[in-house]
């Protein structure tokens, strides 16, 4: 039997980044039990060796795929060159599901969208279906008028509909129109209420598929947009200048098993209907029902069909937003991760091709991390205590001045930081803005590794707080995107946030009765915990254009955002 050319492909770098990232792991634990000599190692000890060296092997893994996308370039283009080529005359349907949706928003997206297909002459070919899961009455009599007064204007068919009930969520409300339009269209484009997408983008997915019969689902890498406070342009600034090369780096890796995160792609209609239906997992609580992240299995099940999944994290002219303060963003994690723990439940289904099982892996291991990460803290806090004062002297003192331990460090602070820093000096070329915009660029990197520091431990708390809620069977719901750019009072970050302020003052007093030097070496990471409720509330607080290109986040404009379509960074 022939080899498949995509996953051939993609083995010496999935070689590359799996023994590289195993090694880093084996290493840490290494480094990190020879600095418990030689003093006896408890149990304990043994659990906070595993932990560091399962914790480093997952920052290795990303760090990695990072180096990978920066310094190894495919034989070809994944698409091509497709401009020159004729639209395909099949139809395609844009698909935007909504739920209690700023409905003037996502109609003015839709809009401007369709405003530009029929600028470049797609006068036809392409439908919008807006698929409301709305409950509430005064939402949906909006949502209609709105719709109401898009469709009066000559232009692409656009269609509404809200559904009577909204069984299965997201993932219901497209099989759902799947079942009772997909045969009408060859391909869909999905989409979120938020995406956008430049006419120039939507005709080379449209041609990609029509090129290759064999392509179920490729999915592009959004640019996030509209962002307004600190939270949202950190993240803005950190995945324009990062996201693509981690993305180029994750495509080296997919062969024909690539990701789907659910909006900004487009799927084969039939491929979909043929292989997408999802079961409902039996059961009670928060691991049973309906798939949350619905999304990734999707992807791995049109591989096991046989279809091609891809990722092109250079089709430029995808948009997305975020969450506008970190609040939202976790509750939006929150959902997710439910949704990644419930894919332990199908990660051994039969027939899945072996990278779709990573893909799901990966997926359960990034939320797992954090816990992981949580329960290295508190069992060292446990070590200490149950030590006595000679060990737990010996221990302070003798890491002091240890090599290995120094060593360890040093590793974990490389793979955090300097993939980012080698992304960042290799971009300067691409901003054309001389020293200035350079420095800038730089300025940038600096203020995002500052808020990492301080922003990664509470985003640690809310997600092992999350996955303890979910084995106590506390299911998250499905709550509303949080994209309104209000700021935040301070007394509601305080309600959200007082639990981890006295977690981690309750644990740096015990850490200071226990090791006065182990308090200071514990500060990088309670420290930003403790003050949880200010530093949300400051990111939260709104920043203009100026004010960001002070800071750097704002290292050039076309570059980030794509020149054919500045204006929609305005809705």
């Known amino acids: ?64 795929t990072a180096l990978l996308g920066l310094l190894w370039r495919p034989a070809q283009d994944a698409l091509g060159d497709l401009d020159s080529e004729p639209m395909p005359s099949f139809a395609t349907a844009i698909v935007i599901p909504i739920y209690n949706e700023n409905a003037g928003e996502v109609f003015a997206r839709l809009r401007i ?19 409301s899961d709305t409950r509430d009455a005064d939402r949906v009599e909006v949502e209609k008028a709105c719709y109401r007064e898009v469709a009066r204007d000559p232009g692409l068919p656009i269609y509404y509909r809200n559904r009577t009930s909204n069984e299965g969520r997201k993932a219901g409300n497209i099989k759902e129109f799947v079942t009772r339009s997909g045969g009408a269209y060859e391909a869909m484009i999905i989409l979120d209420a938020d995406s956008l997408m430049t006419a120039r983008c939507m005709m080379r997915m449209v041609k990609a598929v029509a090129r290759d019969p064999k392509l179920g689902l490729l999915q592009t890498l959004p640019v996030v947009i509209g962002a307004e406070t600190v939270f949202a342009r950190i993240i803005a600034f950190a995945t324009g200048l990062y996201g693509r090369t981690f993305a180029r780096g994750l495509a080296l890796l997919q062969g024909r098993c690539g990701p789907f995160w659910g909006h900004n792609a487009i799927v084969r209609t039939r491929a979909f209907a043929q292989s997408c239906g999802l079961p409902v997992l039996p059961g009670e609580g928060p691991l049973a029902g309906h798939i949350m992240s619905h999304d990734t299995v999707e992807g791995a099940l049109l591989a096991r069909r046989g279809w091609t999944v891809r990722c092109d994290p250079d089709l430029e002219g995808s948009y997305e937003e975020v969450p506008a303060h970190l609040l939202g963003f976790a509750a939006r994690d929150r959902r997710w991760c439910q949704g990644n723990l419930q894919h332990g439940r199908v990660l051994l289904a039969r027939g899945l091709p072996f990278w779709s099982r990573m893909n799901i892996g990966l997926g359960i291991i990034a939320y797992s991390a954090s816990a992981l990460w949580f329960s290295f803290l508190v069992l060292s806090l446990i070590s200490a205590g149950t030590t006595s004062v000679y060990e737990r002297t010996m221990r302070v003192f003798l890491a002091l001045g240890d090599f290995q331990l120094s060593l360890l460090l040093g590793l974990i602070i490389g793979l955090l930081f300097l993939p980012k820093l080698l992304v960042a000096l290799a971009g300067l070329a691409g901003y054309q803005n001389g020293i200035l915009g350079n420095l800038r660029v730089l300025l940038g990197y600096a203020v995002e590794a500052v808020s990492a520091i301080f922003l990664a431990p509470i985003l640690m708390m809310f997600q092992s707080r999350g996955i303890m809620e979910i084995l106590m069977g506390r299911d998250s719901g499905w709550t509303t995107a949080h994209r309104d750019q209000e700021a935040l009072r301070l007394s509601e970050c305080t309600r959200a946030t007082f639990w981890m302020s006295v977690v981690a003052a309750l644990g740096m007093a015990m850490t200071w009765y226990l090791s006065p030097l182990m308090f200071f070496w514990s500060l990088p990471v309670a420290l930003p915990v403790l003050l949880a409720p200010v530093l949300v509330w400051i990111t939260a607080k709104p920043v203009s254009a100026r004010g960001a290109a002070r800071l750097g986040l704002i290292a050039n404009t076309n570059q980030v955002l794509g020149g054919e379509l500045r204006r929609i960074a305005d809705v």
Do not use: K, N
Request: proline share 5%.
């Open 1 to 64: 039997m022939r080899r498949d050319p995509l996953e051939a492909a993609a083995m010496v770098p999935r070689l590359f980044v799996a023994t590289g990232a195993l090694a880093l792991g084996v290493s840490a634990g290494w480094l990190f039990y020879l600095s418990l000599q030689p003093v006896p190692v408890s149990w304990v000890d043994w659990a906070r060796t595993m932990l560091i060296g399962f914790s480093v092997f997952w920052l290795g893994w990303g760090a990695l």
């Open 113 to 131: 969208m369709r405003d530009d297909l029929m600028a470049v002459g797609c006068v036809s070919g392409f439908d919008f279906h807006v698929l």
